[in-house]
Each structure stands twice: as C-alpha cells, then as structure tokens.
C-alpha cells in the first residue's frame, strides 16, 4: 500500500517513537481503514505489525482505546485543519460571483480531504457507532471559522438564512459529498463525473440560497 499513514502524525506530541510503536499504530490505521473496528482485533493488529498482542495492550488498554487515540489525531491535526486552514486567504481572494467562491473553496477542501481519505474512512465509517468519535467532532465543528466564510458569502445581501443556517448547510454537503463519493458508495457514483457532481451541487447551493422563502 502506497499511502504513508504514519507521516501525518509526526507532529503530534504523542507521536510514537520506537519502532515497535510505529508499527503498531501503522498497522491499526491500515486495518481499521480498510476492515473498519468492529472487525478488526488486537491479535490481528499484532500479527500485522510483528509485535507480541501483548505489547499492545501495554499501551493501549484495549483495541478501543487504540482506535480512539487514532482517531483524536486524525480530527484534531488533520480532519479539522483541512476544513478550516487557508480560509483567510480564501476570503480575501476577489471573486466575480458568489457561485465562483462557493467553487473555490469547496474544490479546495475536496481535494484536500481526498488526499487523506484513508485516515479520514476511519473516522467516518466509526463515528455513527462510536459516541466518543462523535463528541471529538462537535467540539471540533464549534471552534471552526464557518461563520467567516458565510459572511462572504452572504456579503451585501439582505439573507434569507442566517449565518448558522448556512454554515450547517455547507458543513453537511461538504461532508456529505466527500463521504458518499469517496467512502460509501464510490461504485456510485464514478471518478470521472466527480468534477460535474461537484458544480452541479455548488449551483444548487447558490440557487437555494437565492430563493426567498
């Protein structure tokens, strides 16, 4: 497998630093993201990265505390930054139309989480089972700097939705577009019309904003 899982947690303070430690949390990111947790166990992590079983739970106190470490630094240091980082500079780019902003950012955060899209399955696929993982997101959705960026786009309007209404909205298809192309049915919906998916929904999301209730 191509993907370096491990090179997105080398700025982490708890960044394992023994080779043991590397493999181990190699091997867990690589199972859950393909397998997903429930069906991966702590013997199976173990034999994958050459360590006794043991030794993992020295560590970590089960395989759910494994997962839960993971995924704390996945939504923390790469999840989150992805879906908030560059938004100053977004905002100060000049843009002809509102649609063209909406374009932009929402291509740029696209690419930027199909990049990670190994690490980003685990936290999605998980989130819905896990209240743990789904209390790590809302507190990471309550410090982002959404209402920055619908405040352009709402920029000298008289809006029929406020800035939360809009900040939800955008959240959901950002995320919503990502998960259902690139996670959970990639089969339907095809590489090659993701560029036309995407400013199909962008439109879609400017037209609704301009309808008046």
Same mark, same amino acid.
């Given at each position: 497998?191509?993907?370096?899982?491990?090179? $997105? /947690?080398?700025? =982490?303070?708890?960044? &394992?630093?023994?080779?043991?430690? #590397?493999?181990?949390?190699?091997?867990?990111?690589?199972?859950?993201?393909?397998?997903?947790?429930?069906?991966?166990?702590? #013997?199976?992590?173990?034999? !994958?990265?050459?360590v006794a079983e043991e030794t993992i739970l020295n560590q970590y106190s089960s395989n759910k505390d @494994?997962? @839960?470490?993971?995924? !704390?630094?996945?939504?923390?240091?790469?999840?989150?930054?992805?879906?908030?980082?560059?938004?100053?500079?977004?905002?100060?780019?000049? $843009?002809?139309?509102?649609?063209?902003?909406?374009?932009?950012?929402? #291509?740029?955060?696209?690419?930027?989480?199909?990049?990670?899209?190994?690490? *980003? !399955? +685990?936290? *999605?696929?998980?989130?819905?089972?896990?209240?743990?993982?789904?209390?790590?997101?809302?507190?990471?959705?309550? !410090?982002? &700097?959404?209402?920055?960026?619908?405040? #352009?786009?709402?920029?000298?309007?008289?809006?029929?939705?406020?800035?939360?209404?809009?900040?939800?909205?955008?959240?959901?298809? +950002?995320?919503?577009?990502?998960?259902?192309?690139?996670? *959970?049915?990639?089969?339907? /919906?095809?590489?090659?019309?993701? =560029?036309?998916?995407?400013?199909?929904?962008?439109?879609?999301?400017?037209?609704?904003?301009?309808?008046?209730?």
């Open positions: 497998m191509n993907f370096n899982y491990l090179a $997105y /947690f080398m700025e =982490e303070e708890e960044y &394992p630093t023994t080779d043991k430690q #590397k493999a181990i949390v190699t091997a867990a990111l690589e199972l859950f993201s393909e397998k997903g947790y429930a069906t991966t166990s702590t #013997k199976e992590i173990a034999l !994958k990265a050459g @494994l997962l @839960l470490w993971i995924c !704390k630094r996945i939504i923390g240091t790469i999840l989150f930054p992805i879906l908030s980082g560059g938004v100053p500079e977004l905002i100060t780019e000049p $843009y002809g139309t509102r649609e063209e902003f909406l374009a932009a950012f929402f #291509k740029n955060r696209m690419e930027q989480m199909q990049e990670v899209r190994p690490l *980003l !399955k +685990i936290v *999605l696929q998980e989130a819905p089972f896990q209240p743990e993982i789904r209390s790590m997101l809302i507190e990471h959705i309550q !410090k982002m &700097p959404l209402s920055r960026v619908t405040e #352009k786009i709402l920029a000298g309007e008289k809006p029929e939705f406020s800035n939360a209404d809009v900040s939800q909205i955008l959240l959901t298809c +950002i995320m919503g577009f990502f998960f259902m192309h690139d996670i *959970l049915l990639p089969e339907f /919906f095809p590489e090659d019309r993701k =560029e036309e998916d995407m400013a199909a929904l962008i439109q879609f999301i400017n037209r609704g904003l301009n309808e008046v209730p």
